[in-house]
Structure formats: C-alpha cells, structure tokens
C-alpha cells in the first residue's frame, strides 16, 4: 500500500508500516487504450503531471534523418547512399502513418498499437548494418523493407492475408 504523502509505505503481507525519506517516485504513464486502463484521480493527486505532445512530422523526420546521416559517415558510405539514408527515413516515416491508420488492433491483439518505439526500431536497426553487407541502393532499400515487415507486420499478426495486402504496394 502506498501513502507517500505522509512518507509511509505498508506492506500488504504484514501490515508493517516502513518509513520512507528522500525518495522520488516518479512515474510514466499514455492515454487510455490499446490495453491501458484510466488511472484513478485518487491516485494521480500523488504526482505533479507532465505531458507531451506527440513529434510532428517534420520534427520526426529531422531526428532520424540525422541519426541516420551520423550512422552512414561514420561508416564510410558515399553521398550516394546517404541520400537514400534519407529518403529511407521518409519511407519510414510514410509506412509507421500508413500502419497507424490502417494497421488497428484486433481482439486478439487489443494491446498494440503503434508508437515512436516502432519507428524507431526500423531506422535503428538500419543503422546497425555494417558498410560492407550492402552491395547497392537496392540491397540497402531491402533492408528497409525487411525491417519494417518485421516491425510493422511479423509481431503485430499472425499470418493474416489483409495485414500483408497492406505492404503488398511498397
């Protein structure tokens, strides 16, 4: 049980009462949905709330593409190749808005729904491919395309025939 306001906590086993000093709690939590429950207002009166707005477009695309530019001059890839970086970032970003629209969650997958994590994974996992596994421009789109089936499709469905008619286009 939890009274940090009086620097309490009680064991649920034993009732015993522990003190507590100079602790932070702190917490995170997202809106309602996806698998998420409301979060009583007894309990949020405990915290101070912080909220964020979730990145536009633009903002996305600037801190990816820069990850990505970063990640292919320390490899050594031509201008080339980092143009496409860049374009594969946009890609992303195109497929990540695509799968949140059309991609929803079904009753045996209520839980997920798509966030910044994902994104993120598809261009970070990019970034781990070393110079010499890329033979050309189109070995490296694979690797986009791969990874975002992986992401976007592999762990959000099991084998269901309209979830793979939506990458069907790329």
């Known amino acids: 049980m939890l009274n940090t306001d009086q620097g309490n906590w009680y064991d ?43 990145f536009n477009d633009d903002t996305m695309s600037r801190i990816f593409t820069v990850l990505m530019t970063t990640y292919m001059r320390q490899q050594g890839f031509t ?11 946009a890609g992303t970003l195109e497929i990540y808005k695509s799968a949140m629209q059309n991609l929803l969650p079904t009753p045996s997958k209520s839980h997920y729904v798509f966030n910044l994590r994902d994104f993120a994974r598809v261009v970070l996992g990019i970034c781990m491919i070393n110079k010499n596994q890329i033979e050309n421009k189109k070995t490296f789109y694979r690797y986009l395309l791969f990874g975002s089936v992986l992401q976007f499709i592999v762990l959000f469905v099991t084998l269901n025939l309209k979830y793979f008619k939506f990458f069907s286009h790329l």
Do not use: E, W
């Open 12 to 54: 649920l086993k034993d009732t015993a009462k522990i003190t507590l000093q100079d602790i932070y709690l702190i917490c995170g939590m997202a809106p309602p949905g996806g698998g998420r429950n409301d979060v009583s207002p007894r309990f949020l009166r405990h915290f101070n709330m912080v909220s964020m707005t979730p």
């Open 79 to 89: 201008t080339d190749f980092i143009a496409c970086g860049q374009s594969m970032v």
